[in-house]
């Protein structure tokens, strides 16, 4: 009988030790949403849009910063940066391919190389391809957009 009692207060001083540790994931998880939230209201979108945006987002720092960095660094909206940065796995690359072919390529359409961005698998390496055929071949952006997209274009 007293190999039951050991075994239960034992039981008992495990678990009220397991429910004193504090769970620190959790309370991180609540700063991304926060953060979230106040950086798509400092983009200037709506209360509502922000809050359903970042309730659905997997990472909600990354689809913020995404968007405000959009938005700061090329004359693309926050409404159509949002509605890209929502659609990709890699919403920190899709800003820099935005942002870096945007500044390279003055006479690029912004509107078109976000999409070019957003449907690319590897934003980054997308970026770097449309710069330097624009530069060293001398393309013009929107052929380097295409040229740099299509699949077949790549090596293997």
Not at 127 to 155: H, M, N, Q
């Amino acid at each position: 009988m007293s190999f039951w009692k050991f075994c239960t207060s034992q039981f008992i001083t495990a678990s009220l030790f397991a429910l004193a540790i504090p769970h620190t994931p959790a309370i991180a998880g609540v700063d991304q949403f926060q953060i979230c939230a106040a950086e798509l209201l400092r983009a200037e979108l709506s209360r509502e849009l922000a809050s359903q945006a970042c309730g659905e987002a997997l990472e909600p720092k990354d689809l913020s910063l995404c968007v405000l960095k959009i938005k700061d660094l090329t004359p693309i909206a926050a409404d159509d940066a949002l509605v890209a940065c929502r659609r990709v796995r890699r919403p920190l690359e899709l800003a820099s391919c935005t942002v870096n072919i945007n500044k390279y390529l003055q006479d690029a359409d912004p509107g078109s190389v976000l999409d070019h961005c957003r449907r690319s698998l590897l934003p980054l390496r997308f970026s770097e391809c449309a710069i330097g055929l624009s530069r060293e071949i001398d393309f013009s952006p929107p052929r380097a957009l295409e040229t740099c997209i299509a699949a077949d274009d790549f090596a293997r």
